[in-house]
Nanobody
Framework: QVQLVESGGASVQAGGSLRLSCAAF????????MGWFRQAPGKEREGVAV?????????NYADSVKGRFTISRDNAKNTLYLQMNTLKPEDTAMYYC????????????????????WGQGTQVTVSS
């Protein structure tokens, strides 16, 4: 059974930075699709970034975070990260990581949110 555990959420001021972590348990595949998503109160869930965990580690970012957020991974720790810089109040949301051992169509899942495994979320609050 795949389990994902997010951490790193906090309250910060606009312009600040945070790094979210997503520790994965229960699988050890060399090629899989993982992503970060967020949901603000009263809004639909939004894709933030997705990545194929392979030697190329191709990524796809939402336009709203391009140039500010970076998705990365530490294979030794089986952990996915989201480095968030130049945070804005509109980045306030619950952030979730997601994973699938099937990486086919990973790029498009930023919009489809088609993942079988999800974490419980970590809250990010950005004040102006």
């Amino acid at each position: 059974q795949v389990q994902l555990v997010e951490s790193g959420g906090a309250s910060v001021q606009a312009g600040g930075s945070l790094r979210l972590s997503c520790a994965a348990f229960g699988y050890s595949y060399s090629h899989y699709c993982m992503g970060w998503f967020r949901q603000a109160p009263g809004k639909e869930r939004e894709g933030v970034a997705v990545t194929v965990i392979d030697s190329a580690s191709s990524t796809n970012y939402a336009d709203s975070v391009k140039g500010r957020f970076t998705i990365s991974r530490d294979n030794a720790k089986n952990t996915l990260y989201l480095q968030m810089n130049t945070l804005k109040p509109e980045d306030t949301a619950m952030y979730y990581c997601a994973a699938d051992t099937n990486y086919v169509g990973c790029w498009f899942r930023l919009q489809s949110h088609d993942f079988p495994y999800w974490g419980q979320g970590t809250q990010v609050t950005v004040s102006s």
